[in-house]
C-alpha cells in the first residue's frame, strides 16, 4: 500500500508539471479555430479546447457542461491565490467580474464531444465506485458523492461541480490534492474532510467510474 500511495503521490505531482509544459507550448502555437466567445475565451481555448473539452493528455479539465458558478469561482481563487497553479493564475489575474461572470456563462453552455475513459478497471473496482459514488461507505464515514454532486456526478448549480466525463487522471490528482492539503479552496473544508477518509484505491475507483460516464451536456 506504501509504495502505491507513493506512485499515486508522484502521479498527482507530475500533473501541474505537465500542465504547465503544455500551456508554454500552446502559447507558442498558432491559435487554433474557435467558435466566437467573449473577447478572452481564446486564451481558455488554447488550452482547454476549443469546444472547452479539456486534454486528458495533459490533464486538463473539460470546462463544456461545468457549473457556471463553480468556474467563476475557480477564476476567483487562481486570481487570489486561494487556489494554487501558477499557469491557471497568470491567466486568471488580468480578469475583472464582468470577464469571469462572461467566461464561466459561455463554457458551460457549450456541449463538448462524448468521450468516455478508455481505462481498463475491474468489476470490483467499478462496483466499488459505483457504491462510493451512490451509496458512500459507512465504514469509513463517508457519503456519497451524489448527495453534493448531484446524480451521477452532474454538477449542482451553486453546490457543486460536475465529476461526470473528466478525465480519470484529472480526477485522480485533484482527490489527491484535496488529500494531501495542496487544494484547498473548499470554503466549507468538505472535500479535504472526505479525501482524507478514502483509500488510494478508493479514489482510484471512483476516478474511473466517474470518468466512465461521459459528458454530462
Known amino acids: ?4 500511495g507513493r506512485r499515486m503521490r508522484k502521479i498527482a505531482a507530475a500533473s501541474l508539471a505537465i500542465v504547465a509544459a503544455y500551456a508554454l507550448q500552446m502559447r ?4 487554433p479555430a474557435v467558435k466566437q466567445g467573449p473577447a478572452n475565451s481564446w486564451v481558455c481555448q488554447r488550452c482547454h479546447g476549443a ?7 495533459a490533464m486538463i479539465p473539460r470546462l463544456a457542461g461545468q457549473t457556471p458558478d463553480y468556474l467563476e469561482k475557480q477564476l476567483r481563487d487562481y486570481q487570489s491565490g486561494a487556489r494554487d497553479n501558477p499557469v491557471m493564475q497568470t491567466f486568471a489575474k488580468p480578469l475583472n467580474d ?4 462572461q467566461l464561466a456563462t459561455y463554457f458551460s453552455a457549450l456541449k463538448a464531444p462524448n468521450h468516455r475513459s ?4 475491474s468489476e470490483a473496482q467499478r462496483a466499488r465506485g459505483h457504491q462510493l459514488a451512490h451509496q458512500g461507505a459507512e465504514a469509513i464515514r463517508v457519503q456519497a458523492c451524489d448527495n453534493c454532486h448531484g446524480p451521477d456526478g452532474r454538477g449542482v448549480e451553486f453546490s457543486a461541480p460536475t465529476l461526470a466525463g473528466q478525465s480519470e487522471a484529472y480526477l485522480v490528482s485533484q482527490l489527491m490534492a484535496w488529500q494531501q492539503g495542496t487544494r484547498k479552496n473548499d470554503d466549507a473544508k468538505v472535500m479535504a474532510l472526505i479525501a482524507k477518509l478514502l483509500s488510494d484505491s478508493d479514489i482510484a475507483a471512483l476516478a474511473v467510474y466517474f470518468s466512465s460516464l461521459g459528458n454530462s451536456s
Open 118 to 121: 478508455q481505462a481498463i478497471a
Open 28 to 31: 507558442a502555437t498558432a491559435v
Open 1 to 4: 500500500m506504501r509504495r502505491k
Open 98 to 101: 464582468a470577464d469571469r461572470a
Open 51 to 57: 469546444e472547452g473539452e479539456g486534454n486528458t493528455q
